[in-house]
């Protein structure tokens, strides 16, 4: 089942996604704003083959974040789902000429939708890098609060780097919709 918004398609990665996914995360300027996330090294085709590959093995959940019309734009990401405690961290990478047009917003919006109506989860958590003022402005809009700060969790362009602990829960989720 695929999460459709007015504009977007969410639906499963695919193995044909590897070429993009590679290049997604190849791009210097999108990896620099990455943060603490462990992708330091090139990524190859192959390398994004093999990771769908066991990405699909998991509980995970992996969605290519694609244009109604079809094209990638990025990937979004479900991780450490917690039934019990009605939680999961949320990850979104968008490919650079997709920054700014609201699409993160707008595939945000529809997985925490659905994550929060139909797979009754409480919580939605992330972690961003306290100088990626951008992705900040993404999530406060789509809800989030800032919970605290991880201080210097990682090490980018020759300093130590903060990155700020963001959460939705779902009664937040719903007072702002009409």
């Not at 609201?102 to 797979?119: H, P, S």
């Amino acid at each position: 089942m695929n999460i459709v918004t007015r504009r977007l398609v969410l639906r499963a990665v695919e193995r044909t996604d590897a070429r993009f996914l590679a290049s997604l995360i190849n791009d210097p300027d999108v990896r620099s704003i990455l943060g603490a996330y462990d992708l330091v090294f090139p990524m190859s085709v192959d390398m994004e083959e093999r990771w769908i590959e066991s990405a699909s093995k998991t509980q995970d959940i992996h969605l290519a974040v694609t244009l109604k019309k079809g094209s990638p734009l990025g990937i979004l990401s479900l991780k450490a789902i917690n039934e019990r405690n009605g939680s999961a961290h949320l990850s979104i990478i968008l490919e650079k000429r997709s920054w700014d047009k609201g699409y993160g917003t707008e595939a945000i919006n529809g997985v925490l939708d659905f994550m929060f109506n139909r797979k009754n989860l409480h919580r939605i958590w992330l972690r961003v890098a306290e100088y990626n003022e951008r992705a900040i402005a993404c999530y406060e809009k789509c809800g989030f609060k800032v919970e605290g700060t991880l201080r210097d969790d990682h090490y980018m362009g020759g300093t130590w780097r903060g990155s700020n602990v963001m959460s939705i829960l779902d009664s937040e989720f719903r007072r702002k919709r009409p």
